[in-house]
């Protein structure tokens, strides 16, 4: 195991400032948090159990990604709606596909059980290098048929950027506590990286499902072995002290990017601790199951929606459609208002439906 890191600093965020509630319920003209491309109506958007705010540690649980969920259900969570079963031929398409995924994954497990048995920060950073891979090559598609005219998913690509932006900021916490200091290492995850970008791009083409399924299976793979990690290292972890660059970015005032990519929750709900470098770990698995659960849910056609996009909308753009939501429970939310700001505002919403 890497040696401990040399003694960090302790850096809190700067206080935010409170976002006050009367924002709630002024005009949508003046203010707006973020404008949706498509007319969703914001009423129905913005009813949310407080329960669900409220939630600041919940367990992340890989289990969860099993549930598809993209529209709003009665929790404040996105729901799937009716669900299509597949016919017979497309059932054994996908057993077929399935069955490829998992024999490549198998395949790089072995690799890596073998090369890095106990050297852990050093798989971690092959591990990093190749899970933000599919997110710039999916990115690099859809760019591709949007230039064609052929299609655009813009809640796709913002999503896709925000999970590979989440993982940057995984292989900067490996890249520092020393997982690439060996030159066989960084060879063989930039080779891995090289390889698997240009077969995710052939994929992706191939079919989408195939490609988001591999990806759900490689970011599996990466949970289990950060839970593994953390279990048999936990008391360890503990007494040492968190990496400069987790500290920056899950303490960091903007977290508008770390709320995209997790398209199964509420923006602001989760509300990361980072004390040591158990905490880390601990988010940084976490946030491989919110990545397990998006790809899951990209494997259906067309249902993958931005978080913002959901809770967020423009009331007066709806109201002329949705009588309902030019009333004072409508949820506006001031530019650059603070998480604290938005989940009150929601509260409040949800609190005068009711």
């Not at 995984?170 to 200091?181: Q, R």
């Not at 759900?216 to 289990?224: G, I, N, R």
């Not at 790809?295 to 929606?305: D, E, V």
């Amino acid at each position: 195991m890497a040696t401990p890191l040399p003694s960090l600093s302790f850096a809190k965020p700067n206080p935010r400032i409170g976002m006050d509630s009367s924002l709630c319920n002024c005009s949508s003209s003046q203010f707006l948090y973020f404008r949706s491309p498509h007319r969703i109506p914001s009423r129905s958007m913005c009813r949310v159990k407080a329960s669900t705010l409220q939630q600041k540690d919940k367990k992340v649980s890989v289990k969860e990604s099993l549930s598809t969920k993209t529209g709003l259900n009665k929790d404040g969570l996105p729901d799937s709606g009716p669900i299509t079963r597949p016919g017979f031929v497309e059932k054994n398409v996908i057993k077929v596909e399935q069955s490829i995924n998992s024999f490549l994954t198998e395949a790089i497990i072995q690799v890596l059980d073998t090369l890095y048995h106990d050297r852990h920060y050093a798989r971690f950073y092959v591990l990093e290098n190749v899970a933000r891979v599919p997110y710039f090559a999916f990115i690099s598609v859809l760019h591709m048929y949007e230039s064609f005219g052929w299609w655009r998913r813009s809640d796709y690509l913002k999503v896709h950027f925000a999970e590979s932006w989440n993982e940057l900021h995984h292989l900067l916490i490996m890249e520092e506590l020393g997982g690439n200091s060996f030159w066989f290492d960084r060879f063989l995850a930039q080779s891995m990286a090289f390889v698997y970008y240009f077969m995710a791009v052939f994929m992706y083409m191939l079919s989408p499902r195939m490609a988001y399924h591999f990806s759900e299976c490689v970011e599996k793979h990466a949970y289990s072995t950060y839970d593994k990690f953390i279990k048999s290292h936990g008391e360890e972890l503990k007494k040492l002290p968190p990496a400069e660059a987790a500290v920056k970015y899950y303490m960091n005032e903007d977290l508008y990017l770390f709320d995209e990519f997790q398209t199964e929750r509420v923006p602001c709900s989760r509300k990361p601790k980072i004390e040591n470098l158990y905490d880390v770990f601990m988010n940084i698995r976490d946030d491989e199951a919110e990545h397990c659960k998006t790809m899951k849910a990209c494997q259906t056609h067309g249902s993958l929606q931005s978080p913002h996009t959901v809770y967020f909308s423009n009331s007066n753009a709806d109201s002329g459609s949705d009588s309902d939501s030019s009333s004072d429970s409508s949820c506006v939310v001031s530019e650059g208002a603070d998480c604290e700001g938005i989940v009150d505002c929601i509260k409040k919403s949800f609190t005068s439906d009711r």
